[in-house]
Antibody, heavy 120, light 107 residues
């Protein structure tokens, strides 16, 4: 069974940092492009960033709202995706989902999400 | 960047109704469009990819059409489990983006 499990969320002060993890099982993680998507409470979905596979040089891409503050990375030996979030702002408060774009190029498998709250 | 606009924001319907959601892209995305269903407290679920292709296991009452900048998602006969929020998303070029969603409510 394909499964993505996020962790690492929590309460952090503005300006702080946090590193989210997403452990993957049940599909070929190492060849899959992986993404982070976030959702503020009661709001819509926002694509955050992506890291491609080793064959694609681990290329990354980011939404303008997070570029320069967020870093998407992966460790294929651990089947784990990461999101390093720095210089946090209150507007970064959201549930963060990891997801893959595999068979369909669209986001076909999702984690359950991890909550990040930025507040003083 | 490509903007996605969904209409309506809310749709009220009854079990058995046929409903259609609309999604517009600010520039052409050919058929690089997906539709997702999301229920409260849950992750989104992929329903349709490449504008019109049904994901394996998704009921055939769901269908998608369109290309370029205009897309639709249709549910042919609403079932109780279908009441949720629906999002479109383009994956043509980065940055990807989602529409603001259409909430399907029980009339």
């Amino acid at each position: 069974e394909e499964q993505l499990v996020e962790s690492g969320g929590g309460l952090v002060q503005p300006g702080g940092s946090l590193k989210l993890s997403c452990v993957v099982s049940g599909f070929a993680f190492s060849v899959s492009a992986m993404h982070w998507v976030r959702q503020a409470s009661g709001k819509g979905l926002e694509w955050v960033g992506r890291v491609r596979s080793k064959a694609n040089n681990y290329a990354t891409a980011y939404a303008a709202s997070v570029k320069g503050r967020f870093i998407v990375s992966r460790d294929d030996s651990k089947n784990t995706l990461y999101l390093q979030i720095n210089s946090l702002k209150t507007e970064d408060t959201a549930v963060y989902f990891c997801t893959s774009s595999g068979r369909y190029a669209a986001f076909d498998v999702w984690g359950q999400g991890t909550m990040v709250t930025v507040s003083s | 960047d490509i903007q996605m606009t969904q209409s309506p924001s809310t749709l009220s319907a009854s079990v058995g109704d046929r409903v259609t959601f609309t999604c517009r892209a600010s520039q052409t995305i050919t058929t690089w469009l997906a539709w997702y269903q999301q229920k409260p407290g849950k992750a989104p679920k992929l329903l349709i990819y490449k504008a019109s292709l049904l994901v394996s296991g998704v009921p055939s009452r769901f269908s998608g059409t369109g290309s370029g900048t205009e897309f639709t998602l249709t549910i042919s006969s609403l079932q109780p489990d279908d009441f949720a929020t629906y999002y479109c998303q383009h994956y043509d070029t980065y940055p990807f983006s989602f529409g603001q969603g259409t909430k399907l409510e029980i009339k």
